[in-house]
């Protein structure tokens, strides 16, 4: 029989895993505008629009399953995709900006 953990103890290892948690998702978001930037680039110098409605909305069906499927809440999964989203939009908003701005 093994004794209980001290709490403390608990407590620390936890924050010590969502440490790693939270860095995994910095490098993972990093990871995802890098290619987000390159998919505004195209955009950009193809004239495409900033925004592809039905991608997102596909997108938001494909993660809202996934998200039931790992035991999250599927709003919660959507919010921070449109969260996520908003800003893809504003770096391809900009990315158009300046490629119209070049000679």
């Known amino acids: 029989m093994s004794t209980p953990e001290d709490p403390y103890a ?5 924050r010590a895993s969502i440490d790693n948690i939270d860095a995994a998702l ?6 995802r505008f890098r290619a987000t930037q390159q998919v505004g680039l195209l955009k950009a110098q193809h004239d495409m629009p900033a925004s ?11 993660l809202r399953e ?3 499927a790992a035991h999250l809440d599927p709003e919660f999964a959507e919010k921070w995709f449109k969260f996520v989203v908003a800003e893809v939009i504003r770096h ?3 990315a158009g ?3 119209n701005e070049r000679p």
């Open 66 to 68: 996934l998200a039931e």
């Open 92 to 94: 391809h908003v900009a």
């Open 52 to 62: 592809d409605p039905d991608r997102e909305r596909q997108q938001i069906a494909r």
């Open 97 to 99: 900006a300046e490629e």
């Open 10 to 14: 608990a407590l620390l290892r936890l």
């Open 26 to 31: 910095v490098y993972l978001l990093a990871e």
